[in-house]
Nanobody, 114 residues
Framework: AQLVESGGGLVQPGGSLRLSCAAS????????MRWHRQAPGKELELVAT????????NYVDSVKGRFTVSRDNAKNTGYLQMNSLKPEDSAVYYC????????WGQGTQVTVSS
């Protein structure tokens, strides 16, 4: 089983990115998903969560109203839509699928800079 992330990159402040997390080898629709990020010199931070059905979501206060977490269980893929990006959003972003055990993606770099 594995999670493969994509969609990171360099974006100007105020811009948008959509991260994807494609799952394979696991019963994706049983797993809740989390998105984490880690900036240089800082601890890992939980950014957003979404339940297995997509019916419940939660966000850290610093991204509320700017980020949207979603999933398409038919495609075994989770998403993190990030709008109005700020330099402080720069980090490596990781997806995690969690149910009876936890799986992590490899991480994707997001850099917000002019």
């Amino acid at each position: 089983a594995q999670l493969v992330e994509s969609g990171g990159g360099l974006v100007q402040p105020g811009g948008s990115l959509r991260l994807s997390c494609a799952a394979s080898g696991l019963a994706f629709n049983n797993f809740a998903m989390r998105w984490h990020r880690q900036a240089p010199g800082k601890e890992l931070e939980l950014v957003a969560t979404i339940s297995s059905t997509g019916g419940r979501t939660n966000y850290v206060d610093s991204v509320k109203g700017r980020f949207t977490v979603s999933r398409d269980n038919a495609k075994n893929t989770g998403y993190l839509q990030m709008n109005s990006l700020k330099p402080e959003d720069s980090a490596v972003y990781y997806c995690e699928a969690i149910w009876n055990r936890s799986y992590w993606g490899q991480g994707t770099q997001v850099t917000v800079s002019s």
